[in-house]
């Protein structure tokens, strides 16, 4: 059963913008946290934005503050990234997540047990 599913990838110049979009399942999306994780080739996977559903806690990596933003959907139970000023380094497959816990006090990769199959980002210079 698929639960989360990613979308809005694309390729795009340095200082170029996209918008990721996840849309969860009703029972996904409901009072839980919902992440937005990348993976870079030969990297591990990291953090990106992580937010609960109502908005109520919102927390970004440090190299992504002040140029992405999340944001949540209620209406279509989605969850999504607008991504700006774009950097060759934001390049990788991006993954929504939720945690096991349904909250966003942990925040590792280890605490998400439900995953998106990810959506491609590539940011050329």
């Known amino acids: 059963q698929v639960q989360l599913v990613e979308s809005g990838g694309g390729s795009v110049q340095a200082g170029g913008s996209l918008k990721l979009s996840c849309t969860a399942s009703?029972?996904?999306?409901?009072?839980?946290?919902i992440a937005w994780f990348r993976q870079a080739p030969g990297k591990e996977r990291e953090g990106v934005a992580f937010t609960t559903t109502d908005g109520d806690e919102i927390y970004y990596a440090d190299s992504v503050k002040g140029r992405f933003t999340i944001s949540q959907d209620d209406a279509k139970k989605t969850v999504h990234l607008q991504m700006h000023n774009l950097k060759p380094e934001d390049t990788g497959m991006y993954y929504c997540?939720?945690?096991?816990?349904?909250?966003?006090?942990?925040?590792?990769?280890?605490?998400?047990?439900?995953w998106g199959p990810g959506t491609q980002v590539t940011v050329s210079s």
């Open positions: 009703t029972y996904m999306y409901n009072s839980n946290c």
């Open positions: 997540a939720a945690p096991r816990f349904r909250t966003c006090l942990y925040r590792e990769v280890a605490d998400f047990v439900y």
